[in-house]
């Protein structure tokens, strides 16, 4: 029976007064979401802080730690070989030394940023940088060196100074003056070589098709040598999922849960989890031949814009589960799961 695993990224959330005290998670109409739940099994397992980290646990059943940068340039088939660091990079704006990070931008100031990088770029030219963006601004950058700078991580609030970005600085400030705001910061650093010793000590991986528009997620997927398909969105990757399961186990990761929640509006939130349902729902007859399993790797604050270290809920649906859930899929109780252990507690045969 094929399995179809399904990460709605940063889905939870905290309970919020406009929606009686309830989760947008818990107050949304979901049909195919709360039907997995009803006629399966639901629980806990352990939230981690970033997407990445998650995932390595849950794929390989043991926690590793990897730069977020590396991780991500895996994912983006950006160079990190011997002698290189990889920095995620977010958008974010800098007065005095306090950091917001920027997500809310818009498709102009996200075009005004990419000339400004492109602008600034000639002040890295002597770290040979490799930098790629994507969706929101962000992206991610490489550079020559061995040096790494331990800078502020998103989406919490931070503190930077200008002498911090260490060789980074002209550039961020170029940047910043050239879009009359906005900046580019690098975090999450690391060296390639890490990830390659790594790699060598996991033995044990699952065979699923990775389905993301993220490089976090389609990033450990290369990393751990999965087959990854890249999507603008999540409903092209519920069409491409669909697709592929008549001839292999899938994963797909919904990364826009997450980013709707760090711009801090709880009613827009619930909209999308119930335009993802809707979506999912299309394809229940091409799902229902599967075992089904909904999970969430961390909190995510619609009010706040902050990630919430929480145990978060998954259910799954499946020979081995059937008929004594829950009505609903949201941020509740029951068995409690540890990460490394989910995949083969959960989706055995």
Same mark, same amino acid.
């Given at each position: 029976?094929?399995?179809?695993?399904?990460?709605?990224?940063? @889905?939870?959330?905290?309970?919020?007064?406009?929606?009686?005290?309830?989760?947008?998670?818990?107050?949304?109409?979901?049909?195919?979401?709360?039907?997995?739940?009803?006629?399966?099994?639901?629980? &806990? &397992?352990?939230?981690?802080?970033?997407?990445?980290?998650?995932?390595?646990?849950?794929?390989?059943?043991?926690?590793?730690?990897?730069?977020?940068?590396?991780?991500?340039?895996?994912?983006?088939?950006?160079?990190?070989?011997?002698?290189?660091?990889?920095?995620?990079?977010? *958008?974010?704006?800098?007065?005095?030394?306090?950091?917001?990070?920027?997500?809310?931008?818009?498709?102009?100031?996200?075009?005004?940023?990419?000339?400004?990088?492109?602008?600034?770029?000639?002040?890295?030219?002597?770290?040979? *940088?490799?930098?790629?963006?994507?969706?929101?601004?962000?992206?991610?950058?490489?550079?020559?060196?061995?040096?790494?700078?331990?800078?502020?991580?998103?989406?919490?609030?931070?503190?930077?100074?200008?002498?911090?970005?260490?060789?980074?600085?002209?550039?961020?400030?170029?940047?910043?003056?050239? &879009?009359?705001?906005? &900046?580019?910061?690098?975090?999450?650093?690391?060296?390639?070589? =890490? @990830?390659?010793?790594?790699?060598?000590?996991?033995?044990? =991986?699952?065979?699923?098709?990775?389905?993301?528009?993220?490089?976090?997620?389609?990033?450990?997927?290369?990393?751990?040598?999965?087959?990854?398909?890249? =999507?603008?969105?999540?409903?092209?990757? @519920?069409?491409?999922?669909?697709?592929?399961?008549?001839?292999?186990?899938?994963?797909?990761?919904?990364?826009?849960?997450?980013?709707?929640?760090?711009?801090?509006? *709880?009613?827009?939130?619930?909209?999308?989890?119930?335009?993802?349902?809707?979506?999912?729902?299309?394809?229940?007859?091409?799902?229902?031949?599967?075992? =089904? @399993?909904?999970?969430?790797?961390?909190?995510?604050?619609?009010?706040?814009?902050?990630?919430?270290?929480?145990?978060?809920?998954?259910?799954?649906?499946?020979?081995?589960?059937?008929?004594?859930?829950?009505?609903?899929?949201?941020?509740?109780?029951?068995?409690?799961? *540890?990460?490394?252990?989910?995949?083969?507690?959960?989706?055995?045969?």
């Amino acid at each position: 029976m094929r399995k179809l695993i399904i990460l709605l990224d940063g @889905a939870a959330d905290e309970r919020i007064p406009i929606f009686d005290n309830r989760t947008p998670l818990e107050a949304a109409s979901k049909a195919f979401m709360d039907g997995v739940a009803r006629d399966g099994k639901v629980g &806990t &397992t352990d939230g981690k802080d970033y997407t990445h980290t998650f995932l390595l646990e849950l794929l390989t059943g043991r926690p590793y730690e990897i730069p977020r940068g590396v991780i991500e340039a895996y994912g983006l088939e950006l160079p990190i070989g011997e002698g290189r660091v990889a920095y995620r990079m977010t *958008p974010a704006k800098v007065r005095d030394h306090n950091v917001e990070w920027y997500y809310n931008i818009t498709c102009d100031e996200e075009m005004f940023l990419q000339r400004a990088i492109i602008k600034n770029r000639p002040k890295l030219a002597s770290m040979d *940088p490799k930098i790629l963006l994507y969706h929101g601004g962000k992206g991610v950058l490489t550079v020559k060196g061995d040096d790494i700078l331990d800078l502020p991580k998103p989406p919490g609030q931070a503190k930077l100074d200008g002498a911090d970005l260490g060789p980074f600085e002209d550039f961020a400030r170029g940047v910043q003056d050239s &879009t009359g705001g906005i &900046t580019l910061l690098p975090w999450g650093g690391g060296l390639g070589k =890490v @990830a390659v010793d790594i790699r060598r000590e996991i033995t044990k =991986v699952p065979d699923l098709a990775v389905i993301s528009k993220s490089p976090s997620a389609l990033g450990v997927g290369r990393f751990l040598g999965m087959q990854t398909h890249r =999507v603008p969105g999540f409903k092209e990757g @519920a069409k491409v999922a669909a697709q592929l399961l008549g001839r292999e186990d899938v994963f797909l990761h919904i990364e826009e849960t997450d980013d709707i929640s760090h711009k801090c509006n *709880p009613k827009d939130k619930l909209r999308l989890i119930e335009e993802i349902d809707r979506e999912l729902a299309r394809y229940e007859k091409h799902f229902q031949r599967c075992e =089904v @399993a909904l999970l969430i790797d961390h909190g995510a604050s619609s009010v706040t814009g902050e990630h919430l270290l929480m145990r978060v809920p998954f259910a799954v649906r499946g020979p081995r589960w059937k008929g004594d859930g829950t009505a609903s899929f949201h941020e509740n109780g029951g068995q409690h799961f *540890p990460l490394g252990a989910l995949l083969d507690t959960i989706l055995e045969d």
